[in-house]
């Protein structure tokens, strides 16, 4: 691609173009995979203002390519390990090797505060993506109350 990827922190700026990202990912990728009272409630929770609760309490990182933000990612820190969370892409902008440098970044991010394993609470639209990056299947359940697919990663 012509255009340079850029990726960085997000900001409290980036909420609505984080939430219009999560939300067309939602309604015209994801909803292949899911009910859609699930992805009405996906929705609800990637307004504005879900994200920036989200901005508060995870390490946000955005995608920009040509000025836009095309992609976004999180990593979730707790007493009990970290966690990718949130990792979608512009339904138009797949396969330009977005996700696999948010994924990298929040990798980086996660070994380099002292984690040896990540875990991804994956969806079901997510796991091929996730195994072609060298996740597996990790004990456990999933913790949404929809599908999600425990995954994980030594780093």
Do not use: C, Q, W
Request: charge should be negative; proline fraction near 5%.
């Amino acid at each position: 691609m012509a255009e340079d990827l850029i990726i960085r922190r997000a900001t409290d700026a980036d909420a609505e173009a984080i939430s219009a990202v999560i939300v067309r990912a939602l309604i015209e990728v994801n909803a292949a995979d899911y009910p859609i009272d699930a992805i009405a409630e996906f929705v609800a929770g990637a307004d504005p203002a879900g994200v920036r609760a989200r901005l508060a309490a995870r390490t946000v990182f955005v995608a920009e390519r040509g000025g836009e933000v095309v992609g976004t990612a999180g990593l979730e820190e707790t007493s009990s390990g970290a966690a990718l969370r949130s990792l979608y892409i512009r339904p138009d902008r797949h396969g330009e090797g977005i996700g696999s440098r948010l994924l990298e970044t929040v990798e980086r991010i996660a070994h380099a505060h002292g984690y040896r394993f990540l875990a991804v609470p994956s969806s079901i639209t997510g796991e091929t993506f996730y195994l072609a990056h060298g996740y597996a299947r990790a004990d456990g359940p999933g913790d949404d109350p929809h599908v999600t697919i425990p995954l994980g990663k030594r780093l």
